[in-house]
T-cell receptor, first 113, second 116 residues
Framework: AQTVTQSQPEMSVQEAETVTLSCTYD???????LFWYKQPPSRQMILVIR??????QNATENRFSVNFQKAAKSFSLKISDSQLGDAAMYFC??????????FGSGTQLTVLP | GAVVSQHPSWVICKSGTSVKIECRSL??????MFWYRQFPKQSLMLMAT?????????EQGVEKDKFLINHASLTLSTLTVTSAHPEDSSFYIC????????????FGSGTQLSVL
């Protein structure tokens, strides 16, 4: 079974600074998707960024980018120019051939003004 | 972007009663819907996968007789918590997938269930 590990239960960052959230996963599949989701206090799940495993280029979405290391099974999220609105729980997720999401345990991000 | 409507947002019920939660895809046809359960400060745990017109597939440890899932149309899936007990109190979230591609996966806003 696939597993997703987020080793940082909590992280904090100063406003306007950069922070990196870590994620590792375990799979024997070669074709899969990886995601970062944000869950603010409203608890609405919001897609931040996604990466197709077959693409070598790291995905970017404005201030959000990933460092995808397929061989190492690592998928970290970098948030640049952090804003107060970025404060939330961040979940890393994996979707393989079973087509269902497996989530990590989450990282609670605090943005300090 | 696509919208998934989940109702109710919160519900309080007495122990022993049943509660139905609806998940609707408003502007697309959802071939597959997923139901998750989330305890405070924890991750989302997949409960079941439902495909339109067929029986839901439940994850190990999830009681199918307690958590009834119906996916009668391409835009509606329901989760019924039968004979609810306080330990069923939780946040339930649905998600809907358009087509077979995981990039087109959208979440409902969740339902907080409190069983007294």
């Amino acid at each position: 079974a696939q597993t997703v590990t987020q080793s940082q239960p909590e992280m904090s960052v100063q406003e306007a600074e950069t922070v990196t959230l870590s994620c590792t996963y375990d799979t024997s599949e070669s074709d899969y998707y990886l995601f970062w989701y944000k869950q603010p206090p409203s608890r609405q799940m919001i897609l931040v960024i996604r990466q197709e495993a077959y693409k070598q280029q790291n995905a970017t979405e404005n201030r959000f980018s990933v460092n995808f290391q397929k061989a190492a099974k690592s998928f970290s999220l970098k948030i640049s120019d952090s804003q107060l609105g970025d404060a939330a729980m961040y979940f890393c997720a994996y979707a393989g051939s079973a087509r269902q999401l497996t989530f990590g345990s989450g990282t609670q991000l605090t943005v300090l003004p | 972007g696509a919208v998934v409507s989940q109702h109710p947002s919160w519900v309080i019920c007495k122990s022993g009663t049943s509660v139905k939660i609806e998940c609707r895809s408003l502007d697309f046809q959802a071939t597959t819907m997923f139901w998750y359960r989330q305890f405070p400060k924890q991750s989302l745990m997949l409960m079941a996968t439902s495909n339109e017109g067929s029986k839901a597939t439940y994850e190990q440890g999830v009681e199918k007789d307690k958590f009834l899932i119906n996916h009668a149309s391409l835009t509606l899936s329901t989760l019924t918590v039968t004979s609810a007990h306080p330990e069923d109190s939780s946040f339930y979230i649905c998600s809907a997938r358009a087509g077979q591609v995981n990039e087109k996966l959208f979440f409902g806003s969740g339902t907080q269930l409190s069983v007294l």
